[in-house]
């Protein structure tokens, strides 16, 4: 049998894991600086949820992983973690609000298998639900910039809002049921082109003279306030304008600065409001690395109650870790500090061990008896900083020897004095 | 449309949530102070690898999700964490030995939904790849053992060997395919008794009076000394009884107490030589906590070149909740610590919050400009355990009200004074 992965899934060996984790561990303390609670939903969800008419849209449900379980009820794999939210709060009117929840979890999108794409990849989602004004959608983006300071990424938050890509439409005379396909087009703006674009639209029966106009307003320059102008002479009066301009005002007060981009759509079709992006700055990976935004109507169709505020981000947990293995930081490839050897003193060695471990030292010991090179080189090769060597002459003066695996240097030391070296460090 | 999940799952609100979260990372915590690096494989596999002959044989496969992605490949969720990591190391052959790493992640199996059966459930498990000797058995029960001290849970672990079942079932003269069914049946002992085992039994073709001697023998009863005794009285010598010896001498050196029990079996096909099983005491939660073995032909296979020695345990984190809510020590609903009121103040509570985060003290702040007493409703419902009022009064004064939900003992102090006052909570 030859092996294989499913297509468009990875494996994450130890010495990726590690910094996986590390940045999970990153993103979950600031999330919990912020006041957001973990919520963990399951990975399957009923198929009903998933393509109920406030979810995703009939894009994703294309890429949807459907299956059934004995009892035949159709069942699917999530693509994201915004529809088992709401789900979520749907079923538990009860909960107080607003309800601030973070999640970390595999979702799932059998989609062709672009660069760097896959079928199985996390997302770390912040999300805030019962709140309606603009400083709720600040609040995120000002944690979404917090997260990134603390992770050393350089970034460019870009924001826009769909109420007022719909205004522009209208201005446009485009008629209503065409403005999700045409959104669902101009967000392939950034990645395939004006031209791509401007054939799509052709074919949703957007003339040639209303496209050019559009995009050209769509590609409005300059700062902020400047297309804020323009778009104002533009379409007059827009309450998306008026709230990218709140927005904008609670980020200066929080002091984060963010690019209002009016050609930003974002391919889902939950959105309703405010959407943002995280580009990385100086970076290979050129996808965003996190986004989101404001999805006023999914949870109220779940709660069966009008409209539910809500808004939040997802960190795309693939991107942060490609953008930070191009920094070429040294990969910590095992989390042992220590190694212990013993050389047929494996009574002995187990005591060292569990001593190192009851002080809070991570530690591997030799336990295949093999030789002190080999063990050498095991350690070097799974990159342990310190080898003990266990020796019977060694152990008869209450002594081990410490080795630094990086300097060579080697010590006679006790093992207390072993344990107050390797905990300062 | 009515809101439902999957049969057999379960969301996990975050009162639960942060509880779940403690746990696995005590176990992490553990798992790495003994060496073992994280790993981390797709909850999606290719059917082949799941059904191949040594994973975890048919009863299981009856219980696997099933599905196929666009291009008709046969897809199925995990059952395990076991059958991934052979695969993993079978197609990274250049791993070093022992390879030690841990996997903490959803594992699903579409059966009946028992009693705290779910369809999908989290196991923690930890393995050591390339080492036959027991004293990597002897590790992991160590590890076991300083896991569940770290929790606070009293249990008693007990070991058997699937060698010593077959040479007793090679005693009494049962044919060698039948070893599996039979083995199969042995491990319902427990769960359905005597009668239930005997029955199946019959069906399988065993005679009465074997089975009742056999029974019997399983049955044996005493110390460990007095077991090994009265089974090398009847069956004479057996591999699978060396083995148990040399663990269980490795677990004195330790120090750690195991009780060695013939009627273990453990369910699943590719148990070759150790079992063990974690029994919690004083608990109501029946079912083990965690289980394991060792199994030294699964990797063997997918590496293509006979035997790879493995052995691992898998720790029930649903159990381990369970067990740890029967003691009902209060529960943190919320991992905020404060909650900051602004009193049309929105702007300066901002900075506050600002502050207390940058101090590392998870903050909460009202965005909905609700008045005092709902907010301090709704501080309360969610456990908050510090409130911060900043009135207008206060800040003309450069003070902010702190009020200690628990003894409602409300304090005027500068935000440096109780930012000093709840970092050494």
């Known amino acids: 049998m030859e092996l294989q992965l499913p297509k468009g899934t990875k494996d994450f060996p130890p010495e990726e894991k590690i910094v996986r984790d590390k940045i999970v561990s990153t993103l979950k303390n600031v999330f919990e600086l912020y006041g957001y609670s973990p919520l963990e939903t399951p990975v399957i969800e009923r198929y009903d949820v998933l393509s109920s008419k406030y979810a995703g849209g009939a894009e994703i449900l294309k890429e949807t992983f459907k299956f059934k379980d004995q009892g035949e009820r159709e069942l699917a794999l999530r693509y994201d973690l915004t529809v088992p939210l709401a789900r979520f709060v749907g079923m538990n009117p009860n909960l107080k609000m607003p309800f601030k929840r973070y999640q970390i979890g595999e979702v799932f999108r059998d989609g062709p298998i672009a660069s760097a794409r896959y079928r199985q990849f996390t997302q770390c989602d912040v999300d805030i639900a019962g709140c309606s004004d603009m400083i709720a959608d600040a609040e995120i983006i000002s944690l979404t910039n917090a997260c990134f300071r603390k992770l050393e990424l ?34 392939k703006l950034e990645k395939f082109g004006a031209d791509a674009v401007k054939n799509e639209l052709k074919q949703k029966v957007i003339d040639e003279k209303t496209t050019a106009r559009l995009l050209d307003l769509i590609d409005v320059k300059g700062s902020n306030e400047e297309k804020i102008r323009q778009l104002e002479n533009a379409i007059r009066k827009s309450d998306g304008l008026d709230e990218i301009k709140q927005l904008l005002s609670y980020l200066d007060i929080m002091g984060i600065k963010a690019e209002f981009d009016v050609s930003l759509a974002r391919g889902l079709s939950y959105y309703t409001g405010t959407v943002m992006e995280v580009v990385l700055n100086d970076s290979k990976v050129k996808s965003s690395a996190a986004g989101g935004g404001r999805y006023d109507k999914m949870i109220g169709s779940f709660l069966g109650k009008g409209e539910m505020p809500a808004v939040g981000i997802s960190f795309g947990l693939d991107r942060i870790y490609d953008a930070l293995m191009e920094r070429k930081v040294a990969i910590e490839k095992t989390t042992a500090k220590v190694y212990v050897i013993p050389i047929q003193t494996l009574g002995e060695g187990l005591g060292i061990a569990k001593k190192l471990r009851d002080n809070g030292i991570n530690t591997d010991i030799d336990l295949m008896g093999k030789g002190p090179s080999k063990n050498l080189s095991y350690a070097n090769s799974l990159g342990i900083p310190f080898v003990i060597f266990a020796g019977r002459d060694e152990l008869d003066k209450k002594k081990v020897k410490l080795r630094d695996m990086k300097t060579g240097k080697e010590e006679m030391l006790s093992v207390e004095e072993v344990i107050s070296k390797l905990k300062t460090r």
């Open 154 to 187: 350089d970034i460019a938050i870009k924001i826009n809002n769909r109420k007022l890509l719909n205004d522009i439409l209208k201005y446009f005379g485009i008629n209503e049921e065409k403005f999700e396909p045409v959104i669902l087009s101009l967000d």
